[in-house]
Structures are given as structure tokens and as C-alpha cells.
């Protein structure tokens, strides 16, 4: 069987691999976006009646309670004995015994399906408010040190750095490089040390992920790395999944590539080597945002077309550098053909690389505005930008150095030749070191977004967004005040502070001469966004004084929302009212 054969069945069977990795990512089923609080029952500051049997804090999909995470406070602060489980899209705290008359705290911290945690607070009372009760936004919410936050983000750095790595050089030397099975033993083994150190670095990173994912997400420090109960509940996890296919193919990668580089008959090394390099590659996607995100078909194939760009880039850049090294030893003609290869497959990487990006960003964000008012879209810009300069020095290496270092080309024959090529040899050299040290960067930036929230933070009353932000202050902002007519009458709405999170709405109804409109039942009120789509959310309202009620308003995203009042004024009459309230972060 000759090199070339091997190579195209090793192809097929690494399209075969991801084909099916990427058919069991999409049978998980992801949900539609980053968990947001949708509602609590009974509702932040409502006062009932009797006693709850259950306490529900309920989201917009799936979640898993964090641990300890979840505590009832009484109004001394003295913790309440309950019981936590979370059931489909919701959390149910159980009380031991009867609540007793008074005001409590409910804290709750909860893990999302794209692995990141949400923290928040509400209370309510029972009989009648306490008369020193607890403020459910000063209530205690627990938040990851910045030694786990930058110790995670460093990790997750150095998982795609490494997998990347080992993947992008296998697939250059068995699919890019030009040369026969066994030959340029000096580049090999270069080849071979920088897949080794990449693959030590990739299976630190992934072993450390499993405990240092559990602390960020249960608001802990780095002492909690040592406990044993942090990486048993790591074990379980879905991180320790993607972590363990990701290990197997890291090592089967690192293992079959140099045996496969050397020529045997059989086709399999390549196979094992490609294969692994696929599985390892597509682990990357099991957790993180794109699991998250609706249609999930376009999402995650996305995705796994982004991450395979990605590392074929790195790995062939790293690869060019490698070849181009004097001290390499390699044919100049077989180096300018290797170059000439990889710069024709580059085109098609940058583009993949483009489209997919484009695609990712416009799904996680959703919004232009979110791409500068959100962190996590602030640190998508900065990748954007690196990754447009590195097109910059690729698209130089490809039109002006590439060229003079190709068979044939006017540079590279003829009298002074060999001189121009050894320059553009050089040169290119130098300028492929800039790229990879720029896609590392990309890499790296690539971490802090793995770890950042899509979904901006709000104060931990109204309980959106990563730990690190929770309790955070929104800073001012208008107080958002509206005038409808109703009938004959008029209807005034405010609402305070018009911000994410939990809003006071209080309603005054008029009648034509002004004075106070008494309907025939409570009006009822419901909140729907646009975009994206959720909702409409109902708010009971209170009556405060004559056709004057007031409601908390939780407004868990930012964006254009729509209050819809339906008041019934008559027996026969139910004018309804809908009032727009544009929400910032």
C-alpha cells in the first residue's frame, strides 16, 4: 500500500470520527441560551398568607444546583434547615419544619448548561414583615476568588493550546508536509518534541480543569483544590466527560503520529494518529457556550468547523516554522513546496475561520450592541482584532514571500537564485514565528472567553449572570415613566430603576376628570422581550391606594420589553394597555 493511499484512507476515517462525534453532540439536546432567572414563588417581597410548602426559583431552561448553594435566612440571620433539588427548569427548596411568622432570605446558586454558575437572592415574609428583616440584596452570595477565575482562565488557555498543538502538527506532517515516509529524521524529531511538550501541557490543563471548574462554579478559592469532595463532584461532571475523550485522543494522536510518520504498511497509525486528533479536537465542544445555543445543528457544527480550522492553522504555522529553520536540514524544494501547500489550504482556513466566527459571535451575542456592552463581547473584539492581524502577516507571507521561494518562480532560478530563495526563505521564517506567536495570543484570549458570560451580569437580587459579577452595581439610570390612555381615563406607569434585574413598577390609573379610577378587579400585568424571545412573565400587582398598585419587576435581560396592562374597568370593558420599557445593561 503506497504513503498516499494511507493518507486517503486516514482521511476518511478522520471525517468518519468527527462525523460521529459531532452526531453525539447534537443528541444532548441543547437548550436555547444562557440560563436567566425567570421567576420566584412567591415572588421577591410578597407576604403569604400561611407558610410555603416549597420555596420554586425557576429559569429559562435546565439548571444544576451547586452544593451547599442554595440557604434559607430568617430575618436574624439564623440559617433555616431545607432541602434543595432541582427539577427540570426549576430549583425547589423544601423547609424541614413549618416557616414561622417573619421575613426570609432566599440565596441560591445554580450552574447553567453551558457550565457557567448564576447566583442570586429574594425574600418574602410570612404573617407580616419582620421589623429588622434581612435586605435580600445584602444577602451573602458566595464568589469565586480571583486566584480560581485567573487560574481557570490560564487552564483553559492552555488546553487549546496544547490540543491544538498536537492536533494541527499531526495533521501537517502526515497531510502537509512534503516528504517521503522516514525522511528529514532532524525535522521529525523537532516535530516530535513540540507534539510531546504540547500534549504534557494539554493533559495537565485537562486534569486540572475537573477540580478548578467545581470551585469557580461553587464560589470558592484555590484551598478548595485540595478537598476531596471538590473533584468527586468534578468526576460526575460533564468537564470530566469531555476531559477523558479529550485525553484519549490527545494521547492516541501524540502516540500512532510518529509511527505513522515513518511509513509502515498498514494504515492504521495515521488513522489512530488523525482519528485521535479528531476526538480530542471535538471534546472541546461538549461544554461551553455553543451548547447553549439555538438551532443547535448550526451552532455546534459551527463550532467544531472553528475549533478544526483553528488548529490545522496553528499546527501547520508551527510546522512552517519548524521547516524553515536553517538547522532543520530540509530541502529547499521540498520546504517551498510544504510552503506552497499549506499557503494554498491557508486561504480556505482564514475563510472557515471568518464565517464560522461570524456565525459563533452573532448567535452567543445576538445584538451589535452587545459586542461592545457586554465583557464578554469586549474580549471578542480583541480576539477579532489579533486574528486580523495575523491575516495581515499571512496575506504578506502568501503574496510576497511564498512566491520567491516556489519551484520555478523567477526568485528561485537563474543567477542569484538560490541567494533570493535562502532570503525568502529566511524571512518567511521569521514572519511565520510573528503568526504563531499571534494565534497563541488568540488562544489565549480564547480562554478568558470560555470563562466569561455572554449574558451580562446584574445585581444579585435579580440573579443573571456569572459569580464574579454578582451583587455588581448597574450605575445610573433613567427611571422609565409612561402615559397611556385608557378609555377615557389615563394610565401612568414608572419604573425604577428601568435596569437589568429587579425593577419597582407602580401603576396609577385616572379617570377623565383626573381623579382616581377604581377598576372593577386588580389589573393584571405581563412582560414579554422581543429579542430574544421570552416571556410574557406575570407580575401580580398590590394595591396601594385607591387605583394606585405597585409590583417587583424582574427583568432579567436587557433589550426592548413590553409591559402589557389589561384593566378591567367595567363589567362589559377590559381596554388593554401596552407599554414599551427600553432596558439597558
Known amino acids: 500500500m503506497t504513503h498516499h493511499s494511507v493518507r486517503y484512507r486516514a482521511v476518511a476515517l478522520l471525517l468518519s470520527a468527527a462525523a460521529g462525534l459531532l452526531l453525539a453532540i447534537l443528541a444532548g439536546g441543547p437548550a436555547a441560551a444562557h440560563a436567566v432567572l425567570v421567576g420566584t414563588d412567591p415572588s421577591d417581597g410578597q407576604v403569604l398568607d400561611a407558610p410555603p410548602d416549597d420555596l420554586t426559583v425557576t429559569f429559562n431552561e435546565p439548571v444544576q444546583v451547586v452544593e451547599g448553594g442554595t440557604s434559607v435566612l430568617d430575618a436574624d440571620g439564623a440559617p433555616v434547615p431545607v432541602s434543595v433539588t432541582a427539577v427540570d427548569d426549576a430549583v425547589v427548596v423544601t423547609p424541614d419544619d413549618a416557616l414561622a411568622d417573619g421575613t426570609y432570605v432566599v440565596s441560591w446558586r445554580v450552574i447553567s448548561l453551558d457550565s457557567h454558575p448564576i447566583a442570586g437572592a429574594f425574600s418574602f415574609s410570612v404573617g407580616a414583615p419582620s421589623e429588622t428583616p434581612v435586605d435580600a440584596a445584602a444577602a451573602e452570595i458566595e464568589t469565586a476568588s480571583s486566584g480560581v477565575v485567573v487560574a481557570r482562565a490560564v487552564d483553559q488557555a492552555a488546553v487549546y493550546v496544547g490540543t491544538f498543538l498536537v492536533a494541527g502538527i499531526v495533521v501537517f506532517e502526515l497531510l502537509i508536509l512534503h516528504a517521503t515516509p522516514g525522511a528529514m529524521p532532524v525535522l521529525r524529531a523537532r516535530l516530535r518534541r513540540v507534539r510531546d511538550v504540547a500534549c504534557g501541557v494539554a493533559v495537565v490543563g485537562i486534569v486540572l480543569s475537573v477540580p478548578l471548574t467545581v470551585a469557580w462554579q461553587a464560589g470558592a478559592d484555590l484551598g478548595a483544590l485540595v478537598e476531596p469532595s471538590i473533584w468527586r463532584t468534578g468526576f460526575r461532571s460533564d468537564t470530566a466527560l469531555a476531559g477523558a475523550l479529550g485525553l484519549v485522543g490527545i494521547v492516541a494522536a501524540t502516540v500512532a503520529a510518529p509511527r505513522a510518520g515513518r511509513g509502515t504498511r498498514s494504515a492504521w497509525p495515521a488513522a489512530v494518529a488523525l482519528g485521535g486528533a479528531a476526538l480530542a479536537l471535538g471534546s472541546l465542544v461538549l461544554v461551553g457556550h455553543t451548547r447553549t445555543f439555538a438551532p443547535a445543528w448550526l451552532v455546534v457544527t459551527t463550532d467544531v468547523l472553528h475549533v478544526a480550522a483553528g488548529a490545522v492553522w496553528l499546527g501547520g504555522v508551527v510546522g ?52 461592545f456592552s457586554t465583557a464578554y463581547g469586549q474580549t471578542l473584539v480583541v480576539k477579532v482584532g489579533v486574528a486580523l492581524s495575523i491575516v495581515a502577516v499571512a496575506a504578506w507571507n502568501r503574496y510576497k514571500l511564498v512566491p520567491a521561494m516556489a519551484p520555478g518562480s523567477d526568485a528561485s532560478d537563474g543567477a ?33 472567553l470560555v470563562s466569561s458570560s455572554p449574558v451580562e451580569a446584574t445585581d444579585a437580587t435579580g440573579g443573571s449572570g456569572d459569580d464574579a459579577a454578582a451583587g ?12 397611556e390612555p385608557l378609555g377615557d381615563g389615563t394610565l ?28 372593577v378587579d386588580t389589573p393584571e400585568v405581563s412582560a414579554t422581550l422581543a429579542e430574544p424571545a421570552i416571556g410574557p412573565f406575570d407580575h401580580p400587582l398590590t394595591e396601594t391606594a385607591t387605583g394606585a398598585y405597585e409590583a417587583p419587576l424582574d427583568l432579567p435581560l436587557p433589550g426592548d420589553w413590553t409591559l402589557t396592562v389589561s384593566v378591567r374597568t367595567s363589567k362589559y370593558e377590559s381596554p388593554i394597555v401596552e407599554i414599551p420599557v427600553e432596558v439597558g445593561p
Open 416 to 448: 542569484g537564485g538560490a541567494t533570493a530563495g535562502a532570503d525568502a526563505r529566511r524571512r518567511l521564517g521569521r514572519t511565520v514565528g510573528v503568526e504563531a506567536a499571534l494565534l497563541v495570543v488568540v488562544l489565549a484570549v480564547t480562554g478568558l
Open 472 to 483: 455588581a452595581e448597574h450605575g445610573a439610570h433613567d427611571v422609565v415613566v409612561v402615559t
Open 320 to 371: 512552517l516554522g519548524l521547516t524553515l529553520a536553517p538547522s532543520a536540514r530540509v530541502d529547499p524544494r521540498r520546504a517551498a513546496v510544504t510552503v506552497s501547500r499549506f499557503s494554498s489550504l491557508g486561504a480556505w482556513l482564514v475563510l472557515t475561520l471568518a464565517l464560522t466566527g461570524t456565525v459563533l459571535g452573532w448567535r452567543i451575542l445576538g445584538t451589535l450592541d452587545a459586542l
Open 492 to 519: 401612568e406607569a414608572t419604573v425604577t430603576p428601568g435596569a437589568v434585574g429587579v425593577n419597582s413598577l407602580e401603576i396609577v390609573l385616572t379617570d377623565a376628570d383626573g381623579d382616581p379610577l377604581e377598576p
